[in-house]
């Protein structure tokens, strides 16, 4: 059954254009109805429920019977000011980044408001010996696109976390915060998780920590700790790591993981190093070809965007070389039920 994403904006023309948009947009949930009139969509509200509400009025009428719209963004006109967390987005902006803002609050306020807990989540790692653009947008754009079919947290692992993915999204706090509850044993730490979490559209995620040591203080104990807390105490259907550094806890990840990426890009000196990971990975007892590794092989950034290495040119084209293994995760639901059916 469908969920109703109700647009009103007196401005025909920039409703009409807003809501093309919207008919494009591959929300699977979601339908969208289109109000230029405040007594049409008053009529409607009578007898019929909205999950969205996309504001464009001047003011809100009380005459709105709020009680059969779930949710209300409203489209503010004034740039400075934009308060996200209340539900405003900025009007004047490109219809892609308006529906992703709302995607984006919509994801958050479910998220904060699901107390139903599944205990099914199941673990994706990629790790990449020599860390870089490339890797990193292969796991985000792994997460992103498992995002659109079942719930999905990313946790990125990276001693120098930057906004490399998310551009000017917000942020919330970082994970540090959460590594010194995990860290002292704090009984009740992971019921904090969602006050730490952001939001790309559908796909939740943890920012990276305030300072790179905080992931070195992390022990193999406390990751299996924290891998079974994920997995009893959310509802997560999937998790994605990626795996930036090469730690003992990064380690225990990978191997506690269902799905094991290595990315890596196609360049000698990557090879090489991806031997010598091997080599100690053999010498502390694990035989990696008996892990069951996915192997990503990645073009170079020089290759992919040549003079122009942006961030979104480099996540492009990266973006259709992650769909093979996503149609593989997402057979693995009806076989083993990764997901809910």
């Known amino acids: 059954m469908y969920k109703l994403l109700a647009v009103y904006d007196s401005d025909i023309l920039y409703a009409s254009r807003l809501m093309e948009y919207f008919n494009k947009c591959d929300w699977e949930d979601f339908e969208a109805l289109l109000f230029t009139k405040k007594e049409s969509l008053l009529e409607f509200l009578k007898n019929q429920p909205i999950e969205i509400l996309l504001w464009g009025g001047e003011d809100f009428s009380n005459k709105i019977k709020i009680e059969n719209i779930k949710y209300i963004f409203r489209l503010s006109s004034e740039k400075n000011g934009i308060n996200e967390k209340a539900g405003e987005i900025y009007k004047y902006q490109s219809a892609e980044k308006i529906a992703s803002e709302i995607l984006s609050c919509y994801t958050r306020l479910e998220d904060n408001n699901s107390n139903e807990l599944q205990g099914r989540a199941k673990f994706i790692g990629v790790f990449s010996p020599v860390p870089g653009e490339e890797k990193l947008s292969y796991a985000w754009a792994l997460a992103k ?189 009806s076989r083993h039920e990764l997901f809910k059916g």
């Open 145 to 333: 696109g498992l995002s659109g079919k079942g719930k999905v947290l990313y946790i990125s692992f990276e001693q120098l976390p930057v906004s490399f993915m998310i551009n000017n999204e917000s942020s919330n706090r970082s994970m540090s915060e959460l590594i010194y509850y995990l860290r002292e044993r704090k009984e009740d730490y992971i019921s904090k998780i969602k006050a730490y979490l952001n939001y790309s559209e559908k796909l939740s995620y943890l920012s990276g920590p305030s300072h790179g040591f905080d992931l070195l203080t992390i022990c193999k104990e406390d990751i299996v700790r924290f891998m079974d807390d994920i997995r009893e105490h959310t509802d997560y259907e999937l998790v994605v790591f990626y795996l930036g550094i090469y730690t003992e806890a990064t380690m225990e990840i990978l191997s506690r993981c269902s799905v094991k990426c290595i990315a890596a890009c196609a360049s000698p000196y990557e090879e090489l190093v991806s031997k010598e990971w091997e080599e100690q990975m053999r010498l502390s007892g694990i035989m990696v070809e008996q892990l069951n590794i996915n192997r990503i092989i990645l073009p170079t950034t020089g290759q992919i965007a040549g003079d122009k290495p942006l961030p979104e040119n480099i996540y492009t084209a990266i973006k259709p070389m992650t769909e093979e293994l996503i149609a593989e995760i997402l057979s693995e639901r």
